[in-house]
């Protein structure tokens, strides 16, 4: 069984950065295509990015295309989430999720396997 965790989570001021990062254990996530969601308090859970499984293809919802990047290091197991120019649109539960294929999707339907999530809150 695939586990997956995030970290990194927390507060910053609108306009900063952060870095989720999302760590596989349990079993390898060779041949997974990795995403991340996020869902804020009484809206549905949304797409955020999505990554294949080799890293070279990586899709973004309108949202946060330009200021956010998502990156993965196979050899460590992790997956990354970088956030910059945070806006009062971006606190939510950050939820990272692996699906079994090597392509990208954007629907959550699609992922396997999903992590508790972390918080992030923008202040202004």
């Known amino acids: 069984q695939l586990q997956l965790a995030e970290a990194g989570g927390g507060l910053v001021q609108a306009g900063g950065s952060l870095r989720l990062s999302c760590a596989a254990s349990g079993r390898t996530v060779s041949g997974y295509a990795m995403g991340w969601f996020r869902q804020a308090p009484g809206k549905e859970r949304e797409f955020v990015a999505t990554?294949?499984?080799?890293?070279?293809?990586?899709r973004y919802a309108e949202s946060v295309k330009g200021r956010c990047t998502i990156s993965r290091d196979n050899a460590k197991h992790t997956l990354y989430l970088q956030m910059n120019s945070l806006n009062p649109e971006d606190p939510a539960v950050y939820y990272c999720?692996?699906?079994?294929?090597?392509?990208?999707?954007?629907?959550?339907?699609?992922?396997?396997?999903w992590g508790p999530g972390a918080q992030v809150t923008v202040s202004s």
């Open positions: 990554i294949s499984w080799s890293g070279g293809s990586t």
């Open positions: 999720a692996a699906r079994l294929s090597t392509v990208t999707s954007s629907r959550g339907s699609e992922y396997a396997y």
